[in-house]
């Protein structure tokens, strides 16, 4: 015992890689029923219509949702950050036993919260806030989940050998700060529990029930600050913060420029929540702060292209591996996707775009182009690059890999163009009037229009679900029956045919 | 400058706190003193109403349906006046929707009837061919949880002072009053006398001898919520 | 009155202020290969790529003599 060399300890990252997984396959596959629901309405009661009431469109919705940011993407940082955060610092789990049994603590709890999630949400118990619908009980779970997280994450930290924090580490605690300050102002929430009737009665209906502590206008402005940030600290920050470490040690190239991710960084850090008030233009929300979402969702440009053109660049000389491993293809088309959705974010914004673009389709489709392309292509390109490493196996098979690369491109592409034209055209028509000026169209016209469109998406995503479960196989098979290794690979991972 | 933040992990921190509660501050803060007046003619939600909104709220009509109209002429020839921010002063949460799947609702209690909510929300596709809606028929059976509105809306009037019990000022000068019950069983006395209004109109004999025995069906309490946005 | 008039001189200011910082940071980065320290910024970079345990740090903490 004593003298064995001290090795990084990955118990943790094992753990959240099969959440990520597994939240992974059901945020999806509900995220296909979904699309199907809406091109064949009969769908909807698949399981016969005594259980419409959980099969049906609205109430799968959030837990669709729920289950893609708070399980697939939560889940991806937890473990990547189990498996980055020791390296960059230089410092092991295993040299804390009091981190590691937070660490521990912090997944068994994120597996109840999970649990206690999903039954809450089939239920039909939610705030109906987007992607904050849990009752407060649920809310506090989350609460300690995320400060065992930065317990752990300020431990080892505080540990280290290495005085400088990495580029991703830096993402890590933005991570970190900007979800839980965004969380605990977007929940503050009353429980009805604690009121009182004239009779003197308490404790009165649900006791998980509780009402927003803002109303109206208020709230909504709170919401969308809320909404568009945990995309930003959920979707953008963290896995920036992947890539600035995968890409460089899976292609053995250091970093374009250091200084070009310092400026980056604090660019994002500063420009990205100002641009929340985009989600509301044209409500009831002051102009001046339309106006001000607009004008920074076009500066947030830079810093995100900053970030990924300092990928793209790190590349440079190196594109041969791009061509050779499938591995480096998901990081490189993700940091495009990541440079497109990062252009398409911000034309959205432009308030003439969003009087068009506004409550449509199109922007199902710049999430998606999002989340499958960028954060899905990453979290599984980490993930992928982690096993060898994790559980000391080659990658199962390479070929297998590269089908599920083009597979889910192809499904991302379909997903994408087919929500623009939907979108696009039921903005047209809604808003289309004839000579006499009428309005030119019912509303059901531009819903039955829409039907090719939600076919096509519904293939998009049925492709890339399938690409997901080609993705889970291939992390078991390395699991379980992957060629053995004798040292740990150094950059690229080493892969069967 | 910034370099020097990442050999200090605590001042890190704090850089980036400040950085990300900035823009939080200057935007949201200035709004919430001036928001939150009601505009005339703006009421609280009865009992049965607000149990309607839960109801709404659980099955996640907002997932597909949006309550803003805006200030453009195909919304407004569409679903009527655009919204005014004091409209909303008793929403919480409030439920404006991201997406229209289908149409807008703020004002569908100006055109569309309770008749046509019930038959629409059972089968939506037969009065609205093409229609993508799924059936709603569990709102047929399912018991409205009347308690769990009325306290709700005692929390409302206790923690947020929504003038329950009081003069609230109408659009054609008069004063309107939205009682509170005093007691959970008062509460239900209400909401089921409410209830009784809205089924006269409903034509389901089920539903009909749930209300006699003194049941109200979650659609009753649904459709007197989307009756009451105007 | 006065408040507002102050506020446009603020905000004038302010962005003033701000233009000037970041252009003078980005030239300040683009002058200086090296931080306060002595190493080259790009040093930094290679904490990706040399991260073993055992590997040297770029910035050494004093850590092993405490244990």
């Known amino acids: 015992m004593e003298n064995r060399p001290l090795e990084y300890d990955y118990t943790v990252a094992k753990m959240f890689m099969l959440t990520t997984i597994a939240l992974g396959i059901v945020g999806m596959l509900i995220g296909v029923i979904l699309a199907f629901e809406l091109a064949f309405p009969g769908i909807n009661t698949i399981l016969g219509s005594g259980l419409a009431e959980f099969t049906n469109f609205s109430r799968l919705r959030p837990l669709h949702t729920d289950s893609v940011i708070f399980g697939f993407t939560v889940s991806g940082i937890f473990a990547t950050w189990y498996y980055v955060g020791q390296r960059v610092l230089k410092v092991s789990m295993a040299e804390s036993s009091l981190l590691m049994f937070l660490g521990k603590l912090q997944f068994w709890l994120y597996v109840i919260t999970v649990a206690a999630v999903v039954v809450s949400l089939l239920a039909g118990e939610t705030t109906s806030k987007e992607y904050a619908e849990f009752e407060w009980p649920i809310d506090i779970a989350i609460v300690v989940v995320w400060v065992l997280f930065g317990v752990n994450m300020f431990g080892l930290i505080g540990l280290r050998r290495e005085k400088s924090l990495y580029i991703s580490v830096w993402y890590y605690i933005a991570t970190f700060l900007g979800i839980a300050m965004l969380y605990l102002f977007n929940n503050m929430e009353v429980p009805t529990w604690l009121a009182t009737s004239a009779a003197g009665e308490t404790h009165i209906g649900d006791w998980f029930h509780s009402v927003s502590m803002y109303a109206g206008t208020n709230d909504a402005l709170v919401q969308w600050w809320y909404g568009h940030n945990a995309v930003a600290f959920g979707f953008t920050v963290p896995i920036v913060a992947m890539i600035y470490y995968f890409l460089p040690k899976e292609s053995g190239q250091a970093i374009y420029s250091y200084k070009l991710s310092l400026l980056s960084f604090w660019g994002l850090m500063f420009v990205y929540l100002w641009a929340g008030g985009h989600h509301l233009l044209y409500s009831t929300v002051p102009d001046w702060v339309q106006t001000m979402g607009s004008i920074f969702s076009v500066v947030l440009i830079l810093p995100s292209w900053g970030s990924a053109i300092n990928m793209l660049l790190t590349m440079k000389g190196e594109w041969q591996q791009v061509a050779a491993s499938p591995l480096i293809k998901f990081m490189v088309l993700g940091s495009t996707f990541y440079m497109f959705s990062t252009l398409e974010g911000p034309i959205q914004a432009i308030k003439s775009v969003n009087a068009i673009a506004h409550f449509t389709d199109w922007i199902v489709g710049h999430v998606h182009d999002g989340v499958l392309g960028w954060v899905g292509f990453m979290i599984m390109a980490a993930l992928y690059h982690m096993a060898p490493r994790v559980f000391k196996r080659e990658i199962y098979s390479k070929s297998l890999m590269a089908s599920q690369f083009w597979i889910q491109t192809l499904g991302v592409v379909l997903y994408f163009t087919s929500m623009w034209i939907a979108g696009i055209t039921q903005g047209m028509m809604w808003r289309a009037h004839d000579e006499f000026g009428n309005l030119a169209y019912s509303f059901i016209d531009t819903v039955t229009v829409l039907h090719p469109y939600y076919a096509i998406r519904g293939v998009g995503g049925l492709l890339y679900l399938t690409g997901f479960l080609m993705f889970a196989y291939n992390i078991y098979k390395t699991m379980t029956a992957g060629k053995r290794l004798d040292s740990e690979p150094a950059n690229a991972s080493p892969m069967g045919a | 400058m910034f370099h020097w933040l990442e050999k200090h992990p605590f001042f890190f921190a704090v850089g980036v706190f400040a950085a990300i509660a900035f823009a939080g501050l200057v935007e949201i803060v200035p709004n919430f003193a001036q928001q939150s007046r009601p505009v005339i003619g703006t009421t609280p939600y009865s009992t049965l109403e607000l149990a309607g909104r839960q109801v709404y709220i659980k099955n996640s009509c907002n997932a597909c349906h949006s309550q803003l109209i805006r200030p453009f002429k195909s919304e407004t020839d569409r679903y009527g006046h655009y919204s005014l921010s004091g409209e909303y002063a008793y929403d919480r949460p409030f439920l404006w929707g991201s997406k229209r799947t289908g149409p807008d609702l703020h004002r569908v209690g100006n055109y569309r009837t309770t008749d046509w909510h019930e038959n629409h929300m059972k089968d939506p596709a037969a009065i609205v061919p093409g229609s993508i809606m799924p059936k709603y028929t569990w709102l047929y059976k399912n018991v409205t949880d009347i308690d769990t509105a009325f306290a709700e809306q005692l929390t409302d009037a206790q923690f947020f002072a929504v003038p329950y019990n009081k003069p609230v000022p109408m659009k054609d000068g008069s004063t309107k009053i939205v009682k509170l019950g005093k007691s959970v069983a008062e509460a239900n006395a209400m909401a089921l006398a409410e209830a009784k209004i809205v089924a006269k109109d409903m034509k389901d004999q089920d539903i009909k001898d749930a209300i006699a025995s003194g049941k109200i069906p979650e659609i009753v309490a649904l459709i007197a919520y989307l009756n009451s946005l105007k | ?67």
């Open chain 3, 1 to 67: 009155m006065f408040s507002v008039e102050f506020q446009a001189y603020g905000y004038f200011a302010v962005t003033v202020f701000m233009t000037v910082a970041l252009y003078a940071y980005i030239y300040h980065l683009y002058k200086n290969r090296k931080d306060a320290d002595g190493h080259d910024y790009e040093e930094y970079s290679n904490m990706a790529l040399h991260d073993g345990i055992e590997d040297t740090p770029v910035n050494s903490l004093p850590k092993d003599d405490k244990k």
